[in-house]
């Protein structure tokens, strides 16, 4: 299967600066990545589509301000949690979608583990 | 709006068992996929097994295989011979095929433990 690679994989900073975590698609190429979020025992839930070249979908909740997404290069999406805070600490895992025997299958990035002190 | 549920939060099952894990989901959407994903203490989603809407024979990966029942709306996944490291959270998801911008709904997972 495909290859994601996540950057890195578990940062602990101070509450007010900002964490950069960036997601790789190492062996195909991604028009489309997606950033996940999750709370411990809790399942997968979906902050926001990064499009190739285009600005980002959030959902519903989620502050595009807070969590900036950048898709600069059809291999390369990063997100900024900007002036972290405590509850920011969570586990963020990027997805990127590519075509495998005819349907579009996510492959997932091991995930990122962020704590805010 | 989709939804899946999962109705075990945990499960257990000996060594060389097979294990069914349930999944039912909800959706108003004529073309949809299927997914399971296998999530060990690491992190990492690992892809498993995929079921189209329209497929019309069940899917099989390896020892897994997708009991999809459209009619009453299941795609449960069954584990054949059951390993120690198939010791797992595993989610089920679905995506709506058409406009549904290939964005994934996840249920809240099965833990499953392996035991000798």
Request: charged fraction near 20%; glycine fraction near 8%; charge should be neutral.
């Amino acid at each position: 299967g495909a290859v994601v690679s996540q950057h890195p994989s578990r940062v602990i900073c101070k509450s007010g600066t900002s964490v950069k975590i960036e997601c790789r698609s190492l062996d195909f190429q991604a028009t489309t990545m997606f950033w996940y979020r999750q709370f411990p025992k809790q399942s997968l839930m979906l902050m926001a589509t990064s499009n190739e070249g285009s600005k980002a979908t959030y959902e519903q909740g989620v502050e595009k301000d807070k969590f900036l997404i950048n898709h600069a290069s059809l291999t390369l999406s990063t997100l900024t949690v900007t002036s972290a805070h405590p509850e920011d600490s969570s586990f963020y895992i990027c997805s990127a979608s590519v075509r495998d025997r005819g349907q579009d299958t996510q492959y997932f990035g091991p995930g990122t583990r962020l704590t805010v002190l | 709006a989709q939804k899946i549920t999962q109705t075990q939060p945990g499960m257990f099952v000996q060594e060389k068992e097979a294990v069914t894990l349930d999944c039912t989901y909800d959706t108003s959407d004529q073309s949809y996929g299927l997914f399971w994903y296998k999530q060990p203490s690491s992190g990492e989603m690992i892809f498993l097994i995929y079921q189209g809407s329209y497929d019309e024979q069940n899917a099989t990966e390896g020892r897994y295989s997708l009991n999809f029942q459209k009619a009453r709306k299941s795609a449960n996944l069954v584990i054949s011979a059951s390993q120690l490291g198939d010791s797992a959270m595993y989610f089920c998801a679905m995506t709506i095929l058409t406009g549904g911008g290939n964005k994934l709904t996840f249920g809240t997972g099965t833990q499953l433990k392996v035991e000798l």
